[in-house]
């Protein structure tokens, strides 16, 4: 079986009942991606799969052949951080860290949606072509990853920092 | 998890020679329920024949209508600008379930067909029926906040946990499905059934019968439709009730409506008696309350969730009001 993991074509031969998340930590000693919850309750385990956000627990590696998937190894370029990254550090988006990567994964893959216009369950006018970026927008849209830390706070600011800066949308606190 | 064996199926034609041919075979979708499922043992399939290849494709129907592949995940169906404008409930109903995560990986046939998520039927150290014919139920007894009020009987109680077909309940959706002995259409009501004696049989398929799109007709008042979901936490949480609704004014005559409830059956629950006591009568609060109780004098609740009941009947005044009073204000919502 073949995948494509942060630009670079991996293969293994798995058990069929190797999950996405196994594959990625037990075969290709990825370790950034989290195991929390194990039943998609959590989102620790969120990775980007052709730039889209699952959680890979629930994931069959199988399933998977031939994407493209990009973890949190994968965020920062050249050595440098991704801006999401960047703007964790600074705004404190964590505490112990655990729940971070699959935060940060499902932060870059929430910005590609909210470019694309797509609504959430707190979009007033789903009729409406644009979306109009509240804070209880990115809190409903960020509300599959938990953190038991609680740096909800953080987390809320750092993505609204991102937001400010690559989409010129100021999101009121 | 018990090892199978698995097959990928080109169309669903293929499905289905493949389920055919396989011992014990289940079809994966996005596998966001089935996965979790098998890692429990509670579903032990032999082979998985996966279907995330069939049609994903979202195609306007002549009337004004869409057929939605099966495949298509519930992501993509809520942002498909077609459907947020002609059935925003469908939207809503979507996006108010689950995460976003989840709703990238979860197909339209597997939204459809997926399990309940009461805690006994997880938990394969307690008794329920529809795990196990015959063993009893755990949850008449148990812990039953999140369980059914409508269509339960003596052997279940487990609520279908599915937004998304609350939304097609209400309407009137079709489903496409193909089996060994051909092609055949069934509304949408009529796919799950009640438990009865046999909570293990979840729906009207036929072995190997599998959905390959869901048709929803054209539907001039749904344009105004709702969903509106009440549960424990904001987000990211099953419903305790939830309401998709619409309303068209003759004047002051209720000329249709279409109302459906989620959270308290055990299948998509449609408000049918409701419909009839509000169709053809003026628009007031006594015509919507005599609806409402007409509905909810089927209700069964035991101790732990008697309070959806009286949750219900608000939920359903409050949501019928509002769609009542954007109809009289120009159908703007
Ligand atoms: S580990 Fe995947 S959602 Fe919790
Ligand atoms: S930082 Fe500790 S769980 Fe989120």
Redesign the pocket.
């Known amino acids: 079986m073949q995948w494509t993991i942060n630009g670079q074509v991996r293969e293994a031969e798995v058990d069929f009942r190797t999950s996405l998340l196994d594959l990625l930590r037990e075969q290709f000693q990825l370790s950034g991606t989290k195991k929390g919850c194990n039943q998609g309750a959590c989102g620790a385990c969120t990775v980007l799969v052709d730039g889209e956000r699952i959680n890979a627990c629930l994931a069959l590696a199988v399933q998977y052949q031939g994407r493209e998937i990009t973890t949190v190894e994968g965020l920062a370029e050249h050595g440098k951080l991704h801006p999401v990254q960047a703007a964790f550090v600074e705004h404190d988006g ?7 990567p699959g ?1 940060l994964c499902s932060a870059v893959g929430m910005i590609g949606e909210l470019e694309r216009d797509l609504p959430s369950a707190v979009t007033a006018d789903l009729a409406a072509g644009q979306i109009e970026w509240q804070r209880d927008e990115l809190r409903e849209r960020m509300s599959g990853n ?6 909800y706070n953080g ?1 809320a600011d750092a993505i609204a920092a991102v937001l400010a800066e690559e989409l010129g949308e100021e999101i009121a606190r | 998890m018990r090892a199978f064996d698995y097959h990928q199926a080109a169309d669903g034609t293929q499905a289905i020679e493949q389920a055919v041919r396989c011992q014990q075979a289940e079809y994966l979708g996005g596998g966001t329920n089935l996965v979790d499922l098998m890692r429990e043992t509670v579903e032990r399939p032999r082979t998985l024949i996966d279907v995330t290849r069939l049609s994903r494709d979202i195609t306007d129907t002549d009337g004004g209508g869409l057929i939605i592949g099966a495949a298509a995940t519930n992501a993509a169906l809520a942002g498909d600008a077609r459907v947020r404008r002609r059935y925003p409930l469908l939207a809503r109903a979507i996006l108010s379930g689950a995460s976003a995560q989840i709703r990238n990986m979860a197909t339209v046939g597997g939204n459809l067909l997926q399990r309940t998520r009461c805690a006994y039927f997880y938990d394969t150290a307690t008794r329920c029926n529809k795990r196990e014919p015959g063993a009893g139920c755990d949850a008449l007894e148990g812990f039953h906040r999140y369980h059914a009020i409508f269509g339960t009987s003596s052997s279940c109680i487990a609520t279908h946990p599915s937004d998304m077909a609350v939304a097609l309940v209400a309407l009137d959706a079709r489903v496409h499905l193909r089996g060994p002995a051909g092609d055949r259409q069934l509304a949408i009501t009529e796919l799950h059934r009640e438990p009865g004696e046999r909570p293990d049989l979840e729906t009207e398929l036929q072995p190997e019968e599998l959905i390959v799109a869901v048709e929803v007709p054209p539907l001039a008042m749904a344009v105004h439709s709702q969903y509106r979901k009440v549960r424990d936490r904001a987000s990211y949480a099953f419903a305790l009730v939830s309401v998709a609704s619409m309303v068209e004014l003759d004047g002051d005559i209720i000329a249709d409506t279409r109302l459906a409830l989620g959270g308290v059956g055990t299948k998509p629950w449609r408000a049918w008696q409701a419909e009839a006591a509000l169709r053809g009568q003026p628009a007031t609060a006594a015509t919507l309350a005599a609806a409402v109780d007409a509905e909810l004098a089927a209700a069964r609740p035991l101790p732990g969730n008697t309070f959806k009941v009286e949750l219900a009947r608000r939920l359903m005044i409050a949501e019928l009001s509002q769609r009542l009073s954007d109809a009289r204000n120009g159908g703007d919502a």
């Open positions: 964590f505490q112990c860290g655990y729940c971070t935060q938990l953190c038991r830390c609680g740096a987390i």
